[in-house]
């Protein structure tokens, strides 16, 4: 087998490898680019975008132990753009000593919604109530324990809105009896092992990008201000409109989860503010976030630049803003609007190189500095 390459820093010309061919791996290359690295994509799907701004590019399944070796011996580091890598394709790549940030314990944690939400709580920190659901029994369970109104999410692999239902009175009304609706709600995430989390009086949700470097250095991000649409991230904005004593409580929190993760790289940390500026945790994702986007924009330093000068091991850079800005994600056939936004006074259009607008896909972004 080749021998895996795996330099503590990575100097300039040196190749980072990236699991993963979406947008946020094509914004990552991006980024490397300016430092003077090269990005190799591996992703098993046709027509990633990331392959188009990278200087290799390998189409083939996470579960491939050739291709990925190839694809390690080929690299100075390993890092991924989204958080369902395979944990098997993380351990395969430790067992022949790749050098993988953040590591498989990030990514062990994030995969299930239990699993994180447990981690959350062994670290003092507070998330809406919660309860593991495994079927129909302990789903109702989890209803005389958590209450109603409530969500109900797989455990793995939702996203944007994906693999949830809620559980309201008003759902009761609808199939005429709680048995019937927990029934309904169970079938419709598939029958799959979930959790059931009550909702939370919660006045805004707001997001904190963090890195974390090879020697423990942690900087962030100011805190975003996010708005949904159906599940999926429409709008972030900068300043949030939260007190100082509330922005400093998420970004201790978000410095915990990266000190106890032995983090390397960006991580993004979802939280809900509730009325007085207590926090509650909603989520993590061990990648770089939609909601750092802005930071391409209004930062010297993007959270994409950050990452990769995290995982290469550089110093990290400020992560402070120069500009105010609102990001707004261009969903579907928002993307057809592009020459008008192309025309806008201080916008910046990014688009992703997608060939066909779903309804729900994410085709670009723009941010309006203000």
Not at 55 to 67: G, L, S
Not at 171 to 194: R, V
Not at 233 to 241: D, G, I, N, R
Not at 334 to 347: G, I, K, P
Request: hydrophobic letters at 45%; proline letters at 4%; charged letters at 20%.
């Amino acid at each position: 087998m080749t021998s895996v390459r795996h330099p503590e820093i990575v100097d300039p010309n040196g190749v980072i490898g990236i699991l993963g061919g979406g947008q946020l791996g094509r914004m990552l290359a991006m980024a490397a680019a300016r430092l003077g690295l090269r990005c190799h994509i591996y992703c098993p799907d046709d027509l990633f975008p990331a392959a188009d701004v990278a200087a290799a590019a390998t189409k083939a399944d996470y579960t491939d132990q050739n291709a990925l070796a190839a694809f390690a011996a080929s690299v100075d580091v390993i890092t991924y753009e989204f958080e369902n890598v395979p944990a098997e394709t993380v351990a395969f790549l430790n067992s022949i000593d790749a050098r993988v940030r953040p590591g498989a314990l990030a990514l062990e944690k994030a995969q299930d919604r239990l699993v994180e939400k447990e981690f959350i709580k062994s670290l003092g920190a507070v998330t809406a109530p919660f309860h593991g659901v495994d079927d129909l029994a302990s789903l109702d369970a989890g209803l005389k324990k958590v209450g109603r109104p409530a969500i109900l999410k797989t455990r793995r692999l939702g996203y944007d809105g994906k693999g949830q239902t809620r559980l309201t009175d008003a759902d009761i009304d609808l199939h005429g009896a709680f048995e019937k609706a927990i029934e309904y709600a169970w079938a419709e995430i598939g029958a799959a092992p979930s959790i059931l989390e009550g909702f939370v009086p919660f006045e805004r949700e707001i997001s904190v990008i963090g890195a974390r470097s090879v020697n423990g250095d942690i900087c962030l991000y100011d805190p975003t201000e996010n708005n949904h649409v159906h599940g999926i991230l429409k709008t972030s904005s900068v300043p949030a409109a939260i007190s100082s004593a509330t922005a400093k409580k998420a970004c201790a929190a978000t410095s915990e989860i990266l000190t106890a993760l032995n983090y390397i790289g960006v991580i993004g940390v979802e939280f809900f503010v509730l009325q007085g500026g207590d926090v509650l945790i909603n989520e993590f994702a061990p990648r770089v976030h939609n909601s750092g986007h802005w930071t391409l924009d209004a930062c010297a330093v993007s959270q994409f630049e950050q990452h990769i000068r995290a995982v290469a091991g550089w110093p990290l850079g400020d992560p402070g803003r120069h500009s105010d800005a609102v990001m707004e994600n261009l969903i579907g056939d928002d993307v057809h609007s592009w020459r008008a936004l192309a025309d806008e006074q201080n916008t910046c259009l990014h688009l992703y190189g997608k060939r066909d607008a779903r309804p729900g896909r994410k085709m670009g972004h723009v941010t309006r500095l203000k």
